[in-house]
C-alpha cells in the first residue's frame, strides 16, 4: 500500500545521516509531490508517528526474535523491522498480514533479497507474540524499562533521575505517552468569528489555564479559519503560557528576542503588547524568513525588527529593557509532539548544547539594561538546563535577581523549579513541557 510505503520511505530517511528534518514536513512534501490519497497520507502519518515516538522500544522487541543484534542488519531492513514492529503492536483497526507483506516488498525493492525471509519470519513471530514482550515492560518497576515504554531515550534516564524523584518520574513518563492535539492563538477582535467557522469536528473549547483555545485532534494552519488574514495562530498552550510573562511584566522599552525562531512568541507579544517594539534575532536563515512572514501575516512589521545571524554577534539597535531568551535546547518536553528530535540527541550534544544555554545568558544579562527583565525558556525537563543554569548565573551577577511572582503559577500544570523558575508538565495534550524563569536586573 501506498501509506506504508511512504512511511517508509520517509522514516529510512529520517534516519539516514542524523537527518534533522521532521516527519511530518517531509510528508506534507512527499503528498504533494505524488499526489497521495487522503487515506494514504492518513496512514503513512500515524505509521511514522508510532514508529518514532517509541523507536527504542521496537528495537527492542525485534530483537528478541532475532539471532543477531537489530544494529549489525542494513539500515533499510533495520527500519522496516522497527517500523513494522511499531505497527503491528500499535496501529488499530489495520491488518497487520497487509502491513508484513508491504514491508516485504519495500525491502525486496530495496535489493535487500536475502533478508526477505528473515522479516517476514520475524515480523510474523512480533504479530503473535510481541504483545506480551510490551505488557512485560509495561509492568516493569525498572526505570529503563520504563523510560523504553514511554519512548524516552534511555541514554537520557540518568538527567531525568538527577531532576525528578521516582514518582514524579513515573507520572511524567505516563504523560508523555499521551498524542499530541494542537491548541490555537485567536486575536480578541476576531475571537466569536473564528470559534464559530471552526470545524465542528475539532470541537473548540477555551482552555481554562491560559488564552488557547483547546481543539481534539492536530491541524495544519491551513485548516484554520482565518489564519492566512492574521486572525489565529497555531501555537502549543505551554509556549503561549510562558509568552504571556511578557505583557505582565514590560515596562517600555524595546525588547528583544534573541533566539526568535520561525517568530510565534514575537507575534503572540506584539498581540498583547500594543505599545511594544520587538527586535527579533535568528541565527538560522529558513526560521528568520519564517518569522518575518509570520509577523507580516498577523500585521505587526512596522513595530518589529529582524537580524539573521549568531546571537553572540548581533547588536541590537539599542539596549533592550526585556529580553526573551527561548533558548537551544534537549527539547525533552516536547519529545512526544516532534518525537524525531529525541534520537538525535545524545550526551555530546547535550553537553555542547548546555554550554550553548549559558553562554547565551551571560549575554543576555549583560546586554539587559538596568531594571529590565531576562525571560529564560526552555522546552526541556531537564535540570542542568533549567535550574543550574539559573543558579550559575544569579551566583555570577550579583546585580540580577530570581522575580518570585511567578510562584503564582501553583498546581497542575505547574511545577516550581528547585529552588529557580517553574516547570509547565505536559499534563494535557495541548501542553508541552516547558521551563522558565524571570530574571530582573537590579538598578544601581
Known sequence: MRGIEAALEIITGLNKNNNEKFGSEL?????????????????????????????????????????????????????????GTGGLLELRRFSGGVLVSAIVDYIRKA??????????????????????????????????????????????????????????????????????????????????????KIDPDLRPVKSNISSAVHLNSTVAPSELPGFNNGECTLQSESSIITASIVHEFYNGGLILDMCSGRGIKAGQILEESPDASIECWEISEGRHKSAIKEIERLKFSNRAVFKCGSAFDLQPDKQPNFIILDVPCSCSGTWNRKPESKWQMNWERFDKIVFTQKKLLERALKMCSAGGYVLYITCSLLKQENENL?????????????????????????????PWGVYVWPSTAWLDGFYCSLIMKKEV
Open 390 to 418: 539559573i543558579a550559575e548565573a544569579l551566583m555570577k551577577n550579583k546585580d540580577c535577581v530570581e522575580i518570585s511572582e511567578l510562584i503564582k503559577f501553583k498546581g497542575d500544570p505547574f511545577h516550581k523549579g528547585r
Open 111 to 196: 535489493k535487500e533479497l536475502k533478508f526477505v525471509s528473515l522479516t517476514n519470519a520475524v515480523l510474523h513471530k512480533i504479530n503473535e507474540q510481541g504483545r506480551e514482550k510490551l505488557d512485560e515492560l509495561k509492568n516493569s518497576n525498572r526505570p529503563e524499562e520504563k523510560a523504553l515504554f514511554a519512548g524516552v531515550p534511555v541514554w537520557s534516564l540518568p538527567a531525568w533521575l538527577r531532576t525528578w524523584d521516582i514518582a514524579e518520574l513515573n507520572k511524567l513518563f505516563t504523560l508523555m505517552l499521551q498524542p499530541p492535539v494542537s491548541s490555537i492563538r485567536i486575536k480578541r477582535e476576531y475571537f466569536d468569528d473564528v470559534i464559530s
Open 27 to 83: 510528508l506534507r512534501k512527499l503528498a504533494e509531490r505524488t499526489k497521495m490519497k487522503a487515506t494514504d497520507i492518513s496512514l503513512a502519518s500515524s505509521l511514522i508517528y508510532i514508529t518514532m515516538r517509541r523507536k527504542e522500544l521496537w528495537e527492542a522487541i525485534a530483537n528478541n526474535y532475532l539471532k543477531e543484534d537489530l544494529k549489525s542488519l542494513p539500515p533499510v531492513v533495520r527500519d522496516c523491522i522497527i517500523t
